[in-house]
């Protein structure tokens, strides 16, 4: 990959549509996490305006240090980026507090996980709508296009998405030209969304490059057939996950109503 010339591509076309949208700049949630620091530095270098969010829940913290360490280079370095930190811990835990109890609080993880990331969603939208930003999204092509791992309406609710056709490798190549923070680039790939220290991989149980290679195979028409061992593993990994998240991937289904059905009767 050409990452000078891929850099400024994306950052051509982030601020062409953000000025043909009549937009300022651009919000962009900051976890701490690669994907989500390559796309606010991207947004810094279209020269409008940026807001960095910072909003842990609960979150761990080496993900908050890491996060405040890259808002801290890029203001260092652009005079375009501004900051927040919004504490939403406390808006999550009353949250929790006026829902229903359940059973058995394990049932409940995966909803709870999600609400965080639609709590981050709703800020990140209020301040876009405060201020005339877009919200830039930090997917990549093998979460959004491969194995859905993110959460629809939370981090899957965006204006626009400059990363989503490069494949992970391709995130930490264009991070590493452009000097982003070595703490972030070591950093086990994590979602945030626990409050503990899990990475991707312990819940997908495939690496990122496993899971680029099962996605090349998937486009080429392989099946889990044709694989053995740990290549059979992975692949069956990505089609489960590509299965089971496809709603995420595709548009909202419309019940059509057929024409006939529609039409007033004749006086």
């Not at 056709?165 to 923070?181: F, H, M, P």
Request: glycine share 8%.
């Amino acid at each position: 990959m050409h990452s000078e010339e891929v850099i400024d591509h994306i950052v051509d076309w982030l601020r062409d549509y953000a000025t043909n949208a009549g937009m300022k700049g651009f919000v962009v949630g900051v976890s701490g996490g690669i994907d989500s620091a390559l796309t606010s530095t991207l947004c810094a270098l279209t020269g409008m305006e940026v807001l960095c969010l910072e909003m842990p829940i609960h979150q761990s913290k080496s993900q908050v240090t890491r996060a405040a360490n890259h808002i801290f280079w890029l203001k260092e370095r652009y005079g375009n980026v501004r900051s927040e930190w919004i504490d939403l811990t406390p808006v999550f835990d009353s949250l929790l507090e006026v829902f229903p109890p359940v059973k058995h609080e394990e049932d409940r993880l995966m909803s709870l996980a999600n609400t965080r990331a639609r709590l981050r969603m709703t800020s990140l939208y209020y301040f876009a709508a405060l201020q005339k930003l877009l919200v830039a999204g930090t997917g990549n092509k093998v979460e959004d296009f491969g194995v859905g791992f993110f959460t629809k309406y939370g981090d899957g609710g965006v204006d626009l998405s400059p990363i989503a056709d490069l494949l992970k490798t391709e995130v930490y190549q264009l991070a590493s030209s452009l000097g982003i923070n070595r703490d972030i680039l070591e950093a086990p790939p994590t979602d945030g969304l626990w409050g503990d220290d899990r990475t991707d991989e312990d819940q997908i149980g495939a690496s990122y490059p496993e899971l680029e290679w099962a996605m090349a195979m998937d486009e080429q028409g392989k099946t889990g057939a044709e694989f053995t061992g740990r290549q059979r593993e992975v692949f069956r990994i990505y089609k489960r996950f590509n299965t089971v998240n496809r709603h995420k991937m595709q548009p909202i289904p419309v019940c059509s109503i057929p024409e006939h059905l529609k039409r007033t009767s004749q006086l």
